[in-house]
């Protein structure tokens, strides 16, 4: 039995970029360690900060950011190595550690998707220089291909694209395969949130199921590679009424954006590629949704299928007539909850939540293992840890949750 471990990390050194290109580097200026720009993408960044009362104001952006989650950036930023050069053996980064590190623990191939890409990125924004956030991603790309280069039939990068270029992706996907990546990074939000139009307005986003981006679906299929959404800390956006409660702080508003919010976005990105026929178009189409949890998964299939009259429960049947939400514009030839189980898969955090009750409720199909090593909220014992939970089960079933995606992508 193969265990093909869907999300672990690299952590990317503070100097990998100048290492890559010292021109997108130079442009930039020094780079800045995690911690330096944690407060940029965790904090709120809402201008109705600016309407709550004045005993509710922040006094920084890092004074909307959780105590217990600050300690948590903390020690991430403590586990990024300073200089590539410095960090041999080190299976943070180092391909010959991490493939020790693998074998201790029984797992044959890692995804490896990025850590510390955001460095630079949030850098970019800083400087209004959105047009080098493309040319970082392909930075990546390459970096990840180079320091992985010899031991990619194990180690597998995780394809950056960016969707609002599609085919400079679908070429980026294309070079990336060859060279051993199996997997492919998608958003957990409508394409081009936050960019605006020639009249300065607010653009239009697009659904990632807009008839735009077919030809990424079409090439995944051909080239054998999942579509990756790792949405981990990213929020959907709640109305910011939540954080006028009359409070001394915006505690209750981040728990809600950090807890509660982040189930909102796998759901909506499934629930539109269901829908909208993606998954119908593209029946070879593998899609992993990494790094928010599963215990949201038995509502998602339940109340998907009851909202188009596919639902199937003797026991609650009744006689009755009663219409569902869709009726006849609902023309797909399965149930939603037959695409999910045909072509996503979802990885537990394997510390934070039980597999088991998920496993019951909605089948092995839907659940595939991950480490999320090495981040602080992963773990380097996760097989020992699901291991406990499995022993009860077929081993067909075992097989399905630890080595399923290899079979859907033909690794």
Known sequence: MRIID??????????????????????LGPPERFIGVAASVFGIHNPALSQLPDHQQPGSTWDTVLPGFVKHLEMTDDRQPTR??????????????????????????????????????????RRRRFDLS???RQAWNRWAMDTMSGYTDRLKPVTQI????????????????????????????PVGVGRFGSDGQGALARSITHPDFEPIWSAAEDLGMAAIAHVGFSRERIQFGWANNGAADLSTYSL???????????????????????????????????????SWLPHLVSVMDHAVGRSRNALLADGEFRPDFAGTAYK?????SE?????????????????????????????????????????????????????????????????????????
């Open 134 to 136: 493309w040319k970082i």
């Open 332 to 336: 797909l030839p399965l149930a939603p």
């Open 162 to 189: 960016d969707l609002n270029d599609v085919p400079a992706s679908i070429a980026e996907m294309t070079r990336m395969r060859a060279l051993g990546s199996r997997g492919f990074a998608i958003g957990e939000s």
């Open 84 to 125: 590539q050069n410095e960090a041999v053996g080190d299976p943070v980064v180092d391909p010959v550690a991490r493939l020790k590190l693998c074998g201790a623990e029984g797992i044959d191939i890692q995804f490896l998707n990025p850590s510390f890409l955001v460095n630079p990125l949030v850098q970019a924004a």
């Open 256 to 294: 809600l954006s950090m807890a509660i919010a982040p189930q909102l976005g796998p759901q909506l990105l499934l629930g539109a590629l269901v829908y909208d026929g993606v998954l119908e178009r593209h029946p070879k189409l593998t899609v992993i949704v990494e790094e928010v949890g599963i």
């Open 6 to 27: 869907v999300d672990a990390h690299l952590h990317e050194p503070v100097d990998w970029l100048e290492r890559t290109d010292a021109k997108i580097a130079a442009e």
């Open 339 to 411: 695409y999910l189980r045909r072509q996503v898969t979802v990885t537990p955090l394997v510390v934070n939540e039980p597999i088991k009750p998920v496993l019951d409720a909605v089948g092995p199909e839907l659940l595939c293992f991950s480490s999320d090593y090495p981040h602080v909220e992963g773990t380097g014992s996760a097989v020992a840890i699901c291991e406990r939970q499995l022993a009860g089960y077929s081993p067909a079933i075992r097989e399905r949750f630890y080595g399923g995606v290899a079979q859907q992508i033909g690794l």
